[in-house]
């Protein structure tokens, strides 16, 4: 969906450099979320925010720092990227109603060297 | 936190057969269950979901069914096409966060 962008589409970085990844929506849903993608693991939540200034950890958080000062931002921060981090990176924004579905970025893919 | 199983991994059907994907989840207070499809270099797309109150949903060739008391839901596909050809995931919701399953990649045959 155009309402939701990630940026960039691809990165790749040395391990142990700050990297962040940007995901942007034009919706103003009030939730949003960071999944990674590895091969047999499925989506893993990362972290996901219900509003602005607030933040909750997922299922795989270690390494990992988001922020939510406005609505339609949720930046991604890798503080000291390591070889594992290397994964494909989706977020995802999607309305407060119970139901509302959940719309994806197309992704970034991130190589750690 | 919510534990959710996904099964088989991977699916082999021929054109016109039927693939059926199971999902077990573990709180019993996950009130929404939500399939999505992803084919290969594309973000997931939601394809069907059903709510916690509901036992079965239909949407064409694809269907899903719910077993609260079991805790397990399953996604139905009739009639396979090529074009099904893809990853399908299961995911559920309990509170804020939607947790998924580990997908099935899912081969039709001509």
């Known amino acids: 969906d155009a309402g939701i962008t990630q940026s960039p589409r691809y990165k790749i970085t040395e391990t142990g450099r700050q990297v962040t990844l940007m995901c942007h929506q034009t919706w103003s849903h009030s939730y949003m979320f960071w999944y990674r993608q590895d091969l047999g693991h499925g989506l893993r939540l990362i972290y996901y925010s219900a509003a602005a200034d607030i933040t909750d950890k997922g299922e795989v958080p270690d390494g990992y720092v988001v922020s939510r000062s406005k609505t339609e931002n949720f930046p991604l921060t890798l503080e000291s990227a390591t070889r594992s981090q290397t994964s494909v990176y989706f977020c995802?924004?999607?309305?407060?109603?119970?139901?509302?579905?959940?719309?994806f970025g197309n992704g970034t893919r991130l190589t750690v060297t | 936190g919510e534990n959710v199983e996904q099964h088989p991994s991977t699916l082999s059907v021929q054109e016109g057969d039927s693939a059926v994907i199971k999902c077990t989840y573990s709180d019993s207070a996950s009130n929404y269950f939500p399939w999505y499809k992803q084919e290969l270099g594309k973000r997931p797309q939601l394809i069907i979901d059903i709510r916690s109150n509901v036992g079965e949903k239909k949407d064409q060739r694809i269907a899903v069914t719910l077993n609260k008391t079991a805790k397990h839901f399953s996604l139905h596909i009739t009639e396979t096409q090529p074009e099904d050809s893809a990853v399908y995931f299961c995911a559920v919701r309990g509170g804020g966060k939607l947790i998924f399953g580990q997908g099935t990649e899912l081969s039709v045959k001509p």
């Open positions: 995802a924004s999607r309305a407060g109603n119970v139901d509302s579905p959940l719309h």
